[in-house]
């Protein structure tokens, strides 16, 4: 089973300032990689697929890097709206399979 | 514009059953893998399995294998999780979640539905 480890476990920055987030899978896994952000009691909303696509309507701030084991979620002068939990997810194609990391807080 | 709409908040004692509904709208019920997902404070994220809703054809996780089913209604375009033998573990919200392809992230997500197990 892959396991998809994500770091930190917090990050507190100040708005404007540019984050950059970490996910390491347990063996390589390609691009098969989507991120997500997720608000207090909302569901978590797709940011980036197949590792570095940006899903509809997310800014251009988002992006998205890696392939094989290490990847990369860079967020350019943090908006006030983008504090939030971020977690990674390894897809697999065939059968499907997803799992997920266990999260980064971008906390003030 | 697509819609996952889920069921309301499930209050259930310890060996029972739940059985969430996700009611989707916006695009062609038949043609997109719903997974689902649970979210608890100690494991995360979980994936609980996924069911194709032109088949009907389900997968499970080892984890959730033997007391997970979904199911769907394609005349009302609803999926189904059902999850017996329930523990105080299984507080959690379930989220039900389109996957654009067959074997990729999800795009859209239900609202979830938290499901309380307590005596």
């Known amino acids: 089973e892959i396991v998809m480890t994500q770091s930190p476990g917090i990050l507190s920055v100040s708005p404007g300032e540019r984050v950059t987030l970490s996910c390491r899978a347990s063996e390589s896994i390609s691009t098969n990689l989507a991120w997500y952000q997720q608000k207090p009691g909302q569901a978590p909303r797709p940011l980036i697929y197949?590792?570095?696509t940006r899903a509809t309507d997310i800014p251009a701030r988002f992006s998205g890097s890696g392939s094989g084991t290490e990847f990369t979620l860079t967020i350019n002068s943090l908006q006030s709206e983008d504090f939030a939990v971020y977690y990674c997810q390894h897809y697999t194609n065939w059968p499907p399979a997803w799992t997920f990391g266990q999260g980064t807080k971008v906390e003030i | 514009q697509v819609l996952l709409v889920q069921s309301g908040t499930e209050v259930k004692k310890p060996g029972a059953s739940v059985k969430v509904s996700c009611k989707t709208s916006?695009?062609?019920?038949?043609?997109?893998?719903i997974h689902w997902v649970r979210q608890t404070p100690a494991q995360g994220l979980e994936w609980m399995g996924w069911?194709?809703?032109?088949?009907?054809?389900?997968n499970y996780p080892q984890t959730f294998q033997g007391r997970v089913t979904l199911t769907r209604d394609t005349s009302i375009n609803t999926a189904y999780m059902e999850l017996r033998s329930l523990s105080y573990d299984d507080t959690a919200v379930y989220y039900c979640?389109?996957?654009?392809?067959?074997?990729?992230?999800?795009?859209?997500w239900g609202q979830g539905t938290l499901v309380t197990v307590s005596s």
């Open positions: 979640v389109r996957d654009p392809r067959a074997g990729d992230y999800g795009d859209y």
């Open positions: 916006g695009y062609t019920f038949e043609g997109y893998f």
């Open positions: 069911i194709n809703p032109n088949s009907g054809a389900t």
């Open positions: 197949g590792a570095s």
